[in-house]
């Protein structure tokens, strides 16, 4: 079975640049979660989406990063103008929930890295 | 409020020893459910265990064991016989039924390094 499919696996941008991150969920998930990582702030949530609806965009840092979900299979987001502090590894995630016992499956990151 | 702590930021054993990974987790909810990821060195998060509230029942899973207790509010983690590509960073999570969600509440993580 094919897990979470995230797409570039790396970027490097300029700063200013804008930059998009794409997502394919596990088929059949209708939860789909967007994750930052970095040294200093560990696993942060972005935004969470169920049957394709944003539900939870508290985490997203600030107007320059939207996130989409026009499909079930399909999910952006989105860094415009992109900064240097921006870079970090952007997971995706995707799940059966929204119960909250149901496992989060990541996909293996977009590794950022803004000059 | 929810929040996951894991004490040990790094830890480091010699092959074939044994190593517990701690997780202590807070949460007003009686139901919730606890999570246990792997992120190896290429960097992809695997989920390894899921355990509910109502289910104290430890488990094992070949070399790997994990120890719910309530009353302590803490779910560890056990690696016996350590090889060297359990090298990883190791991140336990809390869900709870009030975030109306599976949100994860993420610990900060152990990194552990097994040396041949």
């Known amino acids: 079975d094919a897990g979470v499919i995230q797409s570039p696996r790396h970027e490097v941008t300029e700063m200013g640049q804008e930059v998009t991150l794409r997502c394919k969920p596990i088929s059949g998930h209708n939860s789909l979660f967007w994750y930052r990582q970095t040294m200093m702030r560990g696993l942060e949530l972005l935004i969470y989406f169920n049957n394709n609806?944003?539900?939870?965009?508290?985490?997203?840092?600030?107007?320059?990063?939207?996130?989409?979900?026009?499909?079930?299979?399909?999910s952006t987001l989105k860094i415009?103008?992109?900064?240097?502090?921006?870079?970090?590894?952007y997971f995706c995630a995707s799940s059966a929930g929204p119960p909250s016992n149901q496992p989060q499956h990541f996909g293996d990151g977009t590794r950022l890295s803004i000059l | 409020?929810?929040?996951?702590?894991?004490?040990?930021?790094?830890?480091?054993?010699?092959?074939?020893?044994d190593v517990t990974l701690d997780c202590v987790y807070e949460t007003r909810d009686?139901?919730?459910?606890?999570?246990?990821?792997?992120?190896?060195?290429?960097?992809?998060?695997?989920?390894?265990?899921?355990?509910?509230?109502?289910?104290?029942?430890?488990?094992?899973?070949?070399?790997?064991?994990?120890?719910?207790?309530?009353?302590?509010?803490?779910?560890?983690?056990?690696?016996?016989?350590?090889?060297?590509?359990?090298?990883?960073?190791?991140?336990?999570a809390l869900s709870a039924l009030s975030g109306g969600y599976n949100k994860l509440i993420f610990g900060a993580g152990t990194r552990l390094a097994v040396h041949p």
């Open chain 2, 30 to 92: 009686t139901t919730y459910y606890l999570f246990w990821y792997k992120q190896p060195p290429s960097g992809e998060l695997v989920f390894l265990i899921r355990r509910n509230s109502f289910d104290e029942q430890n488990e094992i899973s070949g070399r790997y064991s994990w120890n719910f207790q309530k009353s302590t509010s803490s779910f560890n983690f056990t690696i016996t016989a350590s090889q060297v590509v359990d090298s990883a960073v190791y991140f336990c």
């Open chain 2, 1 to 17: 409020a929810q929040k996951v702590t894991q004490a040990q930021t790094e830890i480091s054993v010699v092959e074939k020893e």
């Open chain 1, 80 to 89: 415009q103008p992109s900064e240097p502090r921006d870079s970090a590894v």
């Open chain 1, 53 to 74: 609806v944003p539900i939870d965009d508290s985490g997203m840092p600030e107007d320059r990063f939207s996130a989409k979900m026009p499909n079930a299979s399909f």
